[in-house]
């Protein structure tokens, strides 16, 4: 049929496999928060963000209700939240976010990607000091005054506020994750996704050849159904 449409096709499979793949990473995070918090949203604010983040990836509706539905039965697994770390090729430092229902096999993946490019898993903490942990929000900028709503962000622990594509992204400490996301919920402000990332202090130049052989491991891991999120010192 043409170079053309094996292109297109190509194109339309990886976008499918990314969108199947953040149904799941948010379907796990729908069932963590509601077996911490209940079922309602009402009252439980990680569940009422986590269903934000999955509207705003277009998630269906039907799929977001099962994952609340899957959290509240007796038979369901229990999934834990697990991080690793590692270096990956050229000393570039690695970590990890999971969420699985059987870390003994999460461990040996993870594990086995990293020795596979030449790279080696670490200890838990012994790359807490390379990342800080950062609110991470972002929601679209039209129709709102930034310079107005900046004023009032600062109260709840704005850092740092910027406008990309469209969308104004704003961060807070760790610690003002929570606030921020409570006045953002009563302004009423649409579309939000909030998450907690690792900001790395400092980054690490590589040749392009050498940082190609880092983000092949970065995208092999990121493909594992257990993994969440990766962050790495990578400029």
């Not at 990956?88 to 430092?93: E, M, N, V």
């Not at 409570?182 to 900001?199: H, M, P, S, W």
């Amino acid at each position: 049929m043409g170079r053309a449409f094996e292109f297109r096709r190509a194109r339309k499979e990886r976008r499918w496999g990314k969108m199947a793949k953040a149904f799941t990473r948010l379907s796990k995070e729908i069932t963590i928060a509601v077996k911490r918090g209940g079922p309602d949203p009402a009252g439980n604010l990680r569940l009422r963000m986590a269903i934000e983040n999955a509207k705003t990836v277009n998630m269906p509706k039907e799929k977001i209700e099962a994952a609340v539905k899957r959290a509240t039965t007796k038979d369901s697994s229990t999934l834990e939240e697990v991080v690793y770390e590692g270096y990956g090729p050229h000393g570039i430092a690695v970590v990890v976010e999971c969420t699985t229902d059987n870390p003994t096999r999460t461990v040996g993946n993870i594990r086995s990607y990293f020795t596979r490019a030449g790279g080696s898993l670490g200890t838990t903490g012994s790359l807490d000091f390379l990342f800080e942990r950062k609110g991470v929000f972002r929601f679209p900028s039209a129709g709102l005054k930034l310079e107005e709503l900046e004023l009032d962000l600062i109260d709840y622990g704005l850092e740092d506020i910027l406008v990309e594509e469209g969308d104004a992204i704003v961060h807070t400490s760790f610690n003002d994750f929570t606030g921020m996301q409570r006045f953002l919920d009563e302004r009423g402000i649409q579309n939000v996704t909030a998450e907690i990332q690792r900001i790395p202090a400092t980054t690490v130049e590589l040749p392009e050849k050498e940082a190609e052989e880092v983000i092949n491991l970065i995208e092999l891991i990121e493909e594992d159904d257990d993994v969440q999120a990766v962050y790495h010192t990578l400029k």
